[in-house]
């Protein structure tokens, strides 16, 4: 028979987050007791004034088709936001509701990227960055960061990874795996080299409500109307109202990368989901006391897990800034423990120790694991507790 598959699916890396994630509810469904620290979603459910909008909407009869781009009072929603939050200013036109920040994300680099055309990707990275980037035919561009540098690339490094065939460069922050923040300052001297080779800034800031010990959101787009001009910002409500299922996200930019990404979905997805979309209406006008609720409900739960998940022998723990999640050095613990990779170490935790974290090679950081905190402090400290028995157990000198 001939070849089903087209090249571009062949080299896909399936998502690591989501396989662990599986791999535990797997288990569950067997009795087995796994305590799961994968999943990249709040453990709360989304705030009833929320789910009231979205049952209202229904009942209206609100259940047809949208403009492919979103409804034009979800747009002014995200303008007031972007306009309130960040003190950004956004015309209609130079906004795009999509199925998700992760879909938003696969259609812009659809619009943008040519065959050949490089990404740059600091790692620690999302896992879908590099697998979104080649699938548009674009080549990702890794540059590290170390824990050293708080998992944060400097001016100097994105200036050297820049070639004539760089079209832009992805800023993550809170990150998604370390939990890092970059500074205004760091900011101002990243987005000075991209204004200078004039590459396109992805500013993806779905974390921004979860910043701890009394730090602010900062969207590099708000440096100047320079920076802004060539920053497209990627949001959405899935982190910040508990709404990962619901799967609304937004770019928003430049006009003419918008109408692209615009054009294209509507012979993709047609329209975000109608019911998501006054859901999140409500998510962006209504009272906003729920999210700051989450967010001192992580920062509380980092608290009383760092120094816990720090102890365990083997383990180098940086103390995240934002988001839900710690990405310890675990290289020492998995090889005192008889373990040639962290992988291997990381399927042993699952299996004997009945705790699922996730790998950090598919974050592009393979002597880490990332673990996520968006679960209860009980739940969290058993994990802790086991862990710690476990590369005890193990141990050898």
Known sequence: MRD???NRVKTLTPSSTLAITAKAKELKAQGIDVIGLGAGEPDFNTPQNILDAAAQSMAKGFTKYTPAGGLPALKQAIIDKLSRDNHLSYKPNEIIVGIGAKHVLYTLFQVILNEGDE???PAPYWVSYPEQVKLAGGIPVFVESTSEQNYKITAEQLRNAITDKTKA????SPSNPSGMVYSREELTELASVAVEKDILIVSDEIYEKLLYNGLEHFSIAQLSDEVKTQTIVVNGVAKSHSMTGWRIGYAAGNAEIIKSMTDLASHSTSNPTT???YATIEAYNGPQDSVEEMRRA???RLEVIYPKLSAIPG????KPQGAFYLLPDVSEAALKTGF???DDFVSALLTEANVAVVPGSGFGVPSTIRLSYATSLELL???VRRMDNYVKSKWQD
Do not use: H, M, Y
């Not at 460069?169 to 993550?172: H, L, R, W």
């Not at 383990?315 to 940086?318: I, N, P």
């Open 169 to 172: 460069v992805i800023i993550n």
């Open 275 to 277: 019911t998501s979309q």
């Open 340 to 342: 040639d990779s962290v």
């Open 119 to 121: 990404v740059i990707i």
């Open 315 to 318: 383990f180098k723990v940086l």
């Open 381 to 383: 400290e058993e994990a």
């Open 298 to 300: 992580f920062e509380s």
């Open 4 to 6: 089903l598959l087209a």
